[in-house]
């Protein structure tokens, strides 16, 4: 019997030794969705969204062919209750060859007519070309600490016909939990 429980004891130790520990089983406070290919022109189509809503809220958007142009931007429209339509907060940024300026804002139902920007929001944007990547780092302070988040993202080009949603115009994500 003392053999047996050795041998269980150094599988189990085995298994845990082999993830590591930057190779922990995936989390709950993650996931990530697809956007349709090729359903807008490639400097703004959205292939890919990933949420984090961990420590903070990560979004990272990637683009089909990111590239450097005057204009074209993004938002991050975001849902915290649920009980109400549409999203109550918004991270918005340029996405352009000369730097940007970003912003969180609180808003109602998909308008930015009354939009309450966040002035002491810990907000961060990051846009890689070589990547086709975007992302957005939010304190959860700024939205009130959310237990879940759904997310819609918005990316525009320098024309208004040049847009794209994921994972549709108005359409949220799965919720994300902490």
Same mark, same amino acid.
């Given at each position: ?28 406070? &993650? ?19 990933? &949420? ?23 938002? &991050? ?10 999203? *109550? ?54 939205? *009130? ?34």
């Amino acid at each position: 019997m003392h053999r047996l429980t050795t041998t269980a004891l150094t599988s189990v130790a085995a298994v845990a030794l082999s993830l590591g520990p930057g190779l922990a089983p995936a989390q709950a406070d &993650v996931t990530a969705f697809s956007d349709r290919a090729n359903d807008a022109r490639p400097t703004v189509d959205i292939e890919r969204v990933r &949420v984090n809503n961990g420590q903070r809220i990560v979004v990272t958007t990637t683009f089909d062919n990111l590239r450097r142009s005057a204009t074209g931007g993004i938002s &991050v429209y975001f849902d915290t209750r649920g009980f109400d339509r549409g999203p *109550e907060y918004r991270a918005a940024g340029g996405i352009n060859a000369q730097g940007t300026d970003w912003q969180a804002a609180r808003i109602e139902n998909w308008r930015a007519r009354r939009a309450q920007l966040l002035r002491r929001c810990d907000i961060d944007m990051r846009v890689s070309f070589s990547s086709d990547k975007a992302t957005f780092d939010i304190a959860r302070r700024c939205f *009130e600490r959310p237990g879940r988040v759904r997310v819609a993202v918005l990316a525009t080009g320098e024309h208004a016909a040049q847009h794209d949603w994921a994972p549709r115009r108005h359409r949220f994500s799965d919720w994300v939990r902490r």
